[in-house]
């Protein structure tokens, strides 16, 4: 990628690259801790609603005391986008509305911007990519969440000559999992809730990984950075290792599960029955080809690519994703080329607030890995048709009508009061 030799040159000439980061939570963490091993990479500004566990969280991950004292922390996210020192901003809140308000002031400043928090991106992300191209900067996905791995992967294939049949990730799923509250989630992660809380976990959070929201959220921002379709009613999550992802991810007319070609979707590492599947992807992404013609599909199989019975569709996968380790990718690659790593261009995929049990007037909304609702992956033109309410807006809104279980909730159903979040949404809308 040359990125090292590029950053060397800014560091020669005395231009490191300075990024400033809006949330130290675990994903901040794990990029600050790589910093002190990327010469001519800094961190000029850290904002957290909670400084001292901003500072802690640079002590957490080897720190210096000389480092952590050259940063510039402040309780506000708006200021950093605005400071003059910074050159990239990375936005990890993992709250929409906060991410709206940040990567509309980062473009104001002229500021490149590494949107972490992929919540903001699927609620708005098509206005944002807009607004940004507008101001000349970079607006791009974070290296090492699974959605940019996939965009790369998508963009290698299709560079090649490739067909992508079909591109997502794994995750642990079972069809309850839905259900799932934060007062159940640690247990499914083989933790205790003292061990999570040490290790900066958020409970919500990690429960909308289990809950199928995350995977929705993610598989919209790939189907909105890629034209990938999305499955018709959802996510299916079939239970698939890697051996098997060209056979199971095909076609129904091949053979597979795929109602259409060309679509995300994710793949689970248990069987329904609970049982785990054979060499699962469950940290994984992967990307499902199709030979283009006869020649390519007999050097499939002359170079050990896993294929079908038929040899005309094969898969390759990366079995990881580093999370934050990686994300430096994402700022350099703004900064010394000025390109995103993935970036929404389309309104192709939306995620749905479905409610996770009987819901009655007047209840409060918890957003995405909460008690009240889960997010569910559905085409942009069926979400508008059927006036579904973003999950990305499901938080802190009152319900202005009983919804069943399992019931899609529209914004007729709740009260809404006018913001930034809602306007960037309504002009989302309105390039579809």
Known sequence: MNLMALLAARREAGRPVRAGLIGAGKFGSMFLSQVPTIPGLEVAAIADLDVDRARTACRNVGWSDERIAAVAFTEDGMELCGRDDVEVVIEATGNPKAGIAHALTAFEAGKHIVMVNVEADVLAGPALSRRAASAGVVYSMAYGDQP?????????????????????????????????????????????????????????????????????????????????????????????????????????????VLDETGVVEVVSSLERDVRPVFRDLRWGVYVVLEAPNDYAAACFREYGLRTDASGRFAATYKPYHLIGLELSISVLNAALRGEPTGATRIFQGDVAAVAKRDLKAGEMLDGEGGYTVWGKLMPAGRSLSEGALPIGLAHGVQLKADIPAGGVVRFADVTLADNLAVMLRRETEGMA
Not at 155 to 161: L, P, V
Not at 180 to 192: E, I, Q, S
Request: hydrophobic share 45%; glycine share 10%; net charge negative.
């Open 148 to 256: 940019a791995l996939v965009c790369e992967m998508v963009d290698w294939a299709r560079a090649c000559g490739f067909h992508v049949v079909a591109a997502g990730k794994g995750t642990k799923y079972l069809p309850w999992f839905h259900e799932v509250t934060p007062d159940d989630v640690w247990a499914h992660y083989g933790l205790r809730p003292e061990q999570a809380e040490a290790a900066g976990m958020n409970p919500q959070m990690f429960n909308s990984f289990l809950d199928g929201t995350k995977s929705a959220i993610e598989m919209a921002a790939i189907a909105n950075a890629t034209g990938l379709a999305v499955p018709s009613d959802g996510l299916k999550f079939p239970a698939c290792g890697v051996d098997d992802l060209a056979h199971v991810l095909r076609p129904r007319e091949a053979g597979g």
